[in-house]
């Protein structure tokens, strides 16, 4: 386990600026520094140095030229000895697989902005799924959330599949798939995505049910009302309504807990299930690039598990595209609760996305 031990300031290790107050990753080294070292190990970052690989190995202070070399800096940073715990299996990817390591690198990117976009932007407009594909999103107006009142549930659920949908269409092979067929790899895999994404979210808050982003119930109050009041017509349609609120919100959940999904995994199985068009209406073009890149994440998922399982990778491997089973049951239950919402409450205006990922 990493120290963090409160000392006099004095000058960085790595960078030899002033400041570093805290013994980091067993270095002492300032904030700036560590947090470096951190993201460059779990975000896969690495970089090329454009001289000879000596940048940060003058003596102080350092010019802006050389403190602007991300390669040196990395380097010197493992140079002097910062680790931490969970960078054997990052560090071992980089090494045997770079390919891998790239690919992730570009997942963990889209995530990232996925989520930057998620909790701090939102959007008054209301596009279709369709102008969304023909734009990749880009032609979406979106304001600070801290700029509006409390964003309602339904509003979330706007908000989350847009952010999802964007997301996928932005995997760069998706460029050279019609738009006819990105609407119908979307409408298939937008909610199945949201799904992996929340439950992992719930998993990393210890929680054992899917909540939205500000912990609110997924469930409105209002549609609660309609499972829960015991009337001959909500009986025939939500028959053992706790029991089947606790499914659709905690089932994906309660499938990953013990499996100890690492984000690394999550974002390769939402790739491989998003290649995986099986009988849907798409070009033949489509088809076989969408073949392709499903073989491609498939090996990478393999080779992932290679450095993380080393001692049974292909039980992990075969488990994690298990997960597709319990995922597409639990797809199932909220396209139940959808069309029942739908003929129960004939709800209006919804935004135009529900009518596309779902009704």
Not at 65 to 88: P, V, W
Not at 251 to 276: G, H, N, Q, S, Y
Not at 319 to 340: H, P, R, S
Request: positive net charge; hydrophobic residues 40%; contains cysteine.
């Amino acid at each position: 386990m990493s120290l963090k031990v409160k000392i006099v300031p004095g000058n960085c290790t790595v960078c030899h600026k002033l400041g570093a107050i805290n013994y980091n990753y067993n270095c002492f080294a300032c904030e700036a520094c560590k947090m470096y070292y951190r993201r460059s190990i779990i975000k896969y970052c690495r970089y090329t140095c454009e001289r000879e690989r000596n940048c940060y190995n003058g003596p102080p202070p350092l010019s802006y030229y050389y403190l602007n070399c991300k390669a040196c800096r990395f380097s010197k940073c493992q140079k002097i000895g910062m680790h931490i715990d969970y960078e054997t299996i990052p560090m071992l990817v980089v090494e045997k697989y770079g390919l891998v390591a790239e690919t992730l690198r570009e997942l963990i990117r889209l995530d990232d902005k996925r989520v930057d976009t998620l909790r701090k932007s939102f959007t008054l407009e209301n596009p279709t799924l369709m102008q969304l594909v023909e734009t990749r999103g880009t032609n979406i107006l979106t304001v600070k959330q801290k700029t509006l009142p409390a964003l309602t549930v339904a509003d979330w659920y706007f908000f989350n599949a847009y952010t999802t949908i964007v997301f996928l269409l932005n995997m760069a092979f998706m460029n050279d798939v019609e738009n006819q067929d990105k609407v119908t790899l979307l409408r298939e895999n937008t909610v199945k995505t949201m799904l992996l994404l929340s439950s992992f979210n719930a998993i990393s808050k210890r929680l054992e049910r899917i909540v939205l982003p500000r912990g609110q119930n997924v469930i409105p109050e209002e549609i609660r009302k309609i499972m829960f009041v015991p009337t001959r017509q909500n009986s025939r349609l939500f028959y053992n309504a706790p029991e089947f609120l606790e499914k659709v919100t905690g089932m994906l959940v309660r499938k990953l807990i013990p499996m100890r999904i690492t984000i690394e995994e999550l974002l390769l199985i939402i790739a491989i299930f998003f290649c995986d068009s099986g009988t849907l209406p798409i070009s033949e073009k489509s088809r076989i690039l969408m073949k392709s890149h499903y073989n491609k994440y498939c090996l990478d998922l393999l080779k992932y598990c290679h450095c993380a399982s080393p001692d049974n990778f292909q039980t992990r491997y075969n488990d994690l595209l298990g997960i597709q089973i319990v995922l597409q049951e639990n797809f199932k239950c909220i396209e139940y609760m959808a069309l029942t919402i739908l003929i129960q409450m004939n709800p209006t205006g919804h935004k135009k996305l529900f009518n596309d990922i779902i009704l």
